[in-house]
């Protein structure tokens, strides 16, 4: 009776230990979505500022460090921007991101050919559109990522919000996100000429004549939605 009693016990013991160690898995799951989740919708305010000074861009973040990155004899400086933790300067022969996160500098050199029509700051990316091809900078892994264009490819309509942005041209949608690496795109059916878009901080929405296409700043893939 007493072996009986021991026996029953300890398996009461064990079902309560094994649901206690799932309740503990569920909530450091619950714990970990819920940081994703407000680390991708939080307001970023502007923590960092880009400045010249004798011949070197300076990225100052507002805690402390300061990221020195020296131009090259005769290299232009063409526009400064600065907003939440990305810094983005273009000058006559590169393209530089500056990223508040790991406080550094990174550069993409442009082709000699190469002409900039639209550059666009937020707060964790930088987009830039090129004659031959399209630029973005992600701040939170400090790397540029390039995409050339079709010949004869010319973009139509930008996107761009705190999170994520799409590119939309005669013949494709690229889409880029701050927490993917990349340029995603989308093939187009050449019947659509007019496309309407929704955007939010990190959804765009494109509504096609018989379908829409989703990107996500969370996924590297298009969905299509019939």
Same mark, same amino acid.
């Given at each position: ?58 990225? +100052? *973040? ?5 990221? =020195? #990155?020296? $131009?090259?004899? /005769? !290299?232009?400086? %063409? ?19 500056y990223s508040g996160t790991f ?12 002409? +900039? *029509? ?5 707060? =964790? #990316?930088? $987009?830039?559109? /090129? !004659?031959?091809? %399209? ?12 995409e050339s264009l ?77």
């Amino acid at each position: 009776m007493e072996d009986s009693l021991t026996f029953t016990f300890s398996n009461r013991v064990k079902r309560n230990f094994v649901r206690f160690r799932y309740g503990m898995s569920c909530l450091v799951f619950i714990f970990v979505s819920f940081d994703h989740l407000v680390w991708a919708h939080e307001r970023i305010t502007d923590q960092v500022t880009v400045t010249v000074n004798k011949g070197r861009l300076l990225g +100052i *973040h507002s805690g402390e460090g300061i990221a =020195r #990155l020296s $131009l090259a004899a /005769g !290299e232009d400086i %063409v526009a400064i921007k600065a907003k939440g933790l990305t810094g983005f300067v273009q000058t006559s022969a590169r393209l530089l991101g500056y990223s508040g996160t790991f406080q550094r500098w990174s550069e993409r050199r442009l082709d000699v050919s190469e002409h +900039i *029509h639209d550059v666009h700051v937020t707060p =964790r #990316l930088v $987009l830039v559109v /090129g !004659e031959q091809h %399209v630029y973005g900078f992600h701040e939170n892994a400090g790397q540029w990522k390039v995409e050339s264009l079709r010949p004869r490819e010319t973009p139509k309509h930008l996107i761009v919000q705190d999170h994520v942005a799409v590119i939309i041209t005669n013949h494709q949608a690229f889409g880029f996100s701050a927490f993917t690496g990349g340029f995603f795109s989308k093939d187009l059916p050449l019947t659509d000429t007019e496309i309407r878009s929704e955007a939010n901080d990190n959804i765009v929405i494109l509504h096609l004549s018989d379908r829409q296409l989703v990107f996500r700043s969370g996924l590297a893939i298009w969905t299509e939605l019939r």
